[in-house]
């Protein structure tokens, strides 16, 4: 398949979130040319891209403004290269037609955060799938007629994907909660001054079956899952049980943006005022820049648009109200970050023989524990597998504190066809 023109933009976006969305929409009233890569179907992101129902009307909005904006949607589009191609940069993706090229001034980061795994006895098992996947399995029609569910793990997405399972006719057997009661009841004081999350969080727990406290310590079945011991640390259950949603919330993707040499600090992009990295021309936006909802990616996705265009003006009233959003919204990501802080006892959880990377099948006992990242990797392959340590690395860190010593190109799979260029 012969390789497609480059694309030329003035802004190009990766990710089409809502942080995304918002800055494509910003920079594009700026009447500045942008192009927005994503992987999916659809722009929306894992949030609002597979919904059966009708979308919140915030994003309801925002996508109507997308179809009838300017801004060329690349989709089905994972940005495997990135790198400076003067006067600006150059990513590389492939697609379903072929190897493509984007050449911007100025690029946006916004690609979104993945949901975090952590290991226990018998979490491989079929019918052991993580929340947020439990949600789009859902979302696509899963039917769980009479079936019984647990929903676990921690975080606020628990509550909607337990609501899900009871909308999908099934047998809800509770949702479990690592963070203890005594943590959430600091939710309080942050859901009076937020009226429209205490509604959601209402409407949503009020007729769950919610048990704070509590964990999944093992899964067990043959061929697939079959029942689940769960703990509050003193008691031990078992429940007969088919299917298991069960996540640790959430990992920014910071693969593009540290192999484009953007400084991070933790799980987060730097970025200054108005969202621009360490990288002059390059701006990050949601949770690249660490957890915290939607309205900071929206706000921040705004911020960063118009900063990639450059029309950002700090003075502006406008601006003033999307820097007062930004604020409160990430105020409220680092208190959500504290009131679900993962418990110490999951680090005991796994057993020697259970396996901390699915990719290349090693299991917890295989690491030695004064090994360092590299040391893990060379030894045992951990890390170096079809995910590229998108699900063990995040593990490794909770379990021993390694933490990626490197990023490398190809950034995502890719056919080798796409990942070397035809000659002319």
Not at 92 to 104: D, K, L
Not at 151 to 161: E, H, N, S, Y
Not at 385 to 403: D, S, T
């Amino acid at each position: 398949m012969a390789e497609r023109d480059p694309i030329t933009a003035d802004v190009a976006v990766v990710g089409a979130g809502p942080a995304g969305i918002a800055a494509a929409l910003a920079a594009s009233s700026m009447g500045k040319r942008v192009c927005l890569l994503d992987e999916g179907f659809n722009p929306g992101g894992q949030i609002w891209r597979h919904r059966a129902d009708p979308a919140p009307r915030a994003a309801r909005r925002l996508l109507a403004r997308l179809a009838q904006s300017s801004v060329k949607i690349l989709p089905h589009a994972s940005v495997f290269d990135a790198y400076p191609d003067a006067p600006g940069w150059r990513m590389i993706a492939s697609t379903p037609e072929g190897r493509r090229e984007v050449t911007a001034t100025s690029v946006v980061l916004a690609c979104g955060a993945r949901e975090r795994f952590l290991p226990f006895p018998g979490w491989t098992l079929p019918g052991v799938v993580g929340a947020g996947g439990g949600q789009a399995l859902l979302k696509e029609g899963l039917e769980l007629q009479g079936e019984s569910v647990l929903v676990a793990g921690t975080g606020p997405l628990l509550l909607p994907v337990a609501a899900s399972v009871r909308k999908a006719k099934g047998k809800l057997l509770g949702v479990l909660e690592q963070a203890s009661q005594h943590s959430l009841l600091r939710m309080a004081p942050l859901l009076l001054v937020r009226p429209t999350k205490a509604w959601q969080a209402v409407h949503l727990g009020w007729a769950l079956p919610y048990r704070p406290g509590w964990w999944v310590s093992e899964a067990i079945g043959t061929e697939r899952l079959e029942a689940v011991r769960v703990s509050n640390g003193t008691r031990h259950e078992v429940m007969e049980c088919r299917w298991l949603f069960c996540g640790f919330g959430l990992v920014p993707n910071l693969e593009m943006g540290r192999g484009l040499g953007c400084e991070a600090r933790g799980d987060a992009l730097i970025v200054d005022e108005s969202q621009q990295t360490s990288k002059q021309g390059i701006f990050a936006a949601g949770e690249v820049c660490g957890i915290a909802g939607v309205d900071a990616a929206l706000a921040e996705g705004s911020i960063a648009g118009l900063a990639a265009a450059g029309a950002w003006n700090p003075q502006d009233a406008s601006a003033d109200r999307l820097m007062r959003k930004r604020a409160k919204a990430r105020r409220m990501g680092l208190a959500m970050d504290s009131i679900f802080r993962l418990r110490p006892e999951l680090k005991a959880l796994p057993r020697p023989d259970t396996l901390v990377c699915r990719c290349e099948d090693v299991s917890l006992g295989a690491i030695d524990p004064g090994w360092n990242a590299r040391e893990t990797k060379l030894c045992t392959r951990a890390g170096m597998g079809p995910c590229q340590g998108r699900v063990c690395g995040p593990i490794l860190a909770h379990q021993f504190g390694h933490l990626s010593d490197s990023v490398r190109i190809p950034l995502k799979a890719a056919p080798l066809n796409h990942l070397i260029p035809e000659e002319p």
